[in-house]
């Protein structure tokens, strides 16, 4: 190679490495192993349990049988409303506060503006509530913030942004959710829809349009909760229908042959509820509510571990809130979706103006293991207990905060998992002090919420 040929590869490379340090484009993300806390910590709940109280309520029987019934409640109140909690503006809060010119599509390419007007026309918002209905999901489905099935991100070179962050996804809904529907697109092919925990816009086709007998047939039965999570479930004809997950409520009929026979609803060709049956193995469920024991939620998060981080319930993947939120379902206790408010869910305890050794020591002192949630803004954890002398915490993350080159970004975990309240402290390129969990904590709140007298 002569001495032009070889300074213009030399360029070359340079330009390659640089781009690869800054923004990732050359060589990709460098390859991360996994952080010391999940090669050295048991990764299975029960390890965590203290023998002498895991199988004692949390909750006195009295409380838990008043929150139970408060759950209920507002489980089937989607069902026993006339009109949408939520106004227009709520609703309608994408199309006012997203710029299509500052969002990324699929393709990783900038919405044009036109998107962002063809998901105006396709909300009719001045015919809002176009709709009064009541509804149940038959599949697991999500709801999303506008009616489209297309994400839209921002920037894919600033970490926490890109892919998965798809700002138009609300939350997962699992199926036999009941649900009341405000609203349809201009083309009928997405229905506005609300539940107990949250709302947004959902397939008509993920939906069946529910009567007076349905309704009834799901709220005077004993109810079944899942223990396992992903439990494959068949109609009459042993037709897939759906997977039972953990969080999710079926109404119970009987017992046989060692398995718990359930109602679901199904859709007909006319888009209405249709009753049919279905069985789970009786391993994989347990009558509603389940005793608020350790032992249980440890049962309960058991299959949950490992499983893939979903931002919004993406992929019918849970989120740190939604993972949250499922276990303590399962116990008849109504939390709410988001982090922040399911800080508040509780007796609140603020962490604020405390160092980190002393937020450590008034977590072991004053939490209660399996009923104390950990907060900072944007996360919600789950403390289990002391190991080795440390707090630990049952918790799904997208990853911890890194600085290097002066440019932040993530040491990927992707996952539900148990950490200390220091994960990925080994780590060179953490961002100290804020890449550590427990500097960042503001409060922790002691479940439950009071329960309102009958």
């Not at 009834?216 to 039972?244: H, I, K, M, N």
């Not at 939120?325 to 508040?344: C, E, H, I, M, Y």
């Not at 002090?433 to 904590?441: A, F, Q, S, T």
Request: proline share 7%; charged share 20%.
């Amino acid at each position: 190679m002569n001495p032009q040929g070889r300074r213009l590869a030399g360029a070359a490379l340079m330009m390659a490495l640089l781009c690869s340090l800054l923004i990732g484009c050359a060589a990709g993300p460098a390859k991360q192993g996994p952080i010391r806390d999940l090669l050295e910590l048991p990764q299975d709940p029960a390890a965590y349990l203290d023998p002498a109280t895991a199988g004692q309520p949390l909750i006195a029987p009295e409380q838990a049988q008043a929150l139970a019934r408060q759950f209920l409640a507002a489980h089937f109140s989607p069902w026993h409303r006339s009109w949408p909690v939520y106004d227009s503006a709520k609703v309608f809060a994408g199309l006012a506060s997203y710029d299509s010119a500052l969002m990324y599509g699929e393709t990783r390419q900038l919405r044009p503006t036109a998107w962002l007007e063809g998901q105006r026309r396709q909300s009719s918002l001045d015919s809002y509530p176009n709709a009064r209905l009541r509804a149940v999901s038959v599949v697991n489905t999500s709801m999303r913030v506008l009616p489209t099935a297309e994400p839209a991100f921002l920037n894919f070179y600033e970490a926490g942004e890109g892919y998965p962050f798809d700002y138009l996804q609300n939350s997962a809904v699992w199926a036999q959710t009941p649900l009341f529907v405000s609203h349809y697109s201009a083309d009928g092919a997405w229905a506005l829809c609300e539940s107990r925990f949250a709302y947004g816009w959902v397939p008509v086709s993920d939906i069946a349009l529910v009567d007076e007998e349905f309704v009834a047939s799901f709220e005077q039965s004993e109810l079944l909760t899942f223990t396992a999570d992903r439990v494959p479930l068949a109609g009459d004809f042993g037709q897939f229908r759906f997977e039972g997950r953990v969080g999710m409520l079926l109404p119970l009929i009987g017992r046989e042959d060692g398995a718990f026979q359930v109602l679901i609803g199904v859709r007909d060709s006319l888009g209405r509820a249709v009753l049919a049956s279905s069985s789970v193995p009786q391993g994989a469920a347990a009558e509603f509510p389940l005793a608020s024991t350790p032992a249980n939620l440890a049962l309960l998060s058991r299959d949950l571990m490992g499983q893939p981080y979903g931002w919004g319930g993406m992929y019918g993947h849970r989120d740190c809130s939604s993972m949250v939120q499922d276990l303590f379902t399962a116990l008849g206790v109504a939390l709410p979706r988001n982090s922040s408010q399911q800080a508040k869910a509780g007796r609140y305890q603020s962490l604020e103006g405390l160092s980190d050794r002393a937020k450590a020591e008034r977590i072991v002192t004053l939490g209660r293991p399996w009923q104390t949630l950990l907060w900072k803004p944007g996360h919600i954890m789950l403390y289990i207990g002391e190991y080795e002398g440390q707090p630990m915490i049952l918790h799904t993350t997208w990853g911890v905060k890194t600085k290097a080159w002066g440019r932040e970004g993530r040491h990927f975990i992707g996952a539900t998992v148990i950490t200390t309240l220091t994960p990925g402290s080994e780590l060179g390129d953490l961002d100290r002090p804020d890449g550590l969990l427990l500097h960042k904590l503001r409060g922790m709140t002691i479940l439950p919420p009071a329960a309102a007298a009958d």
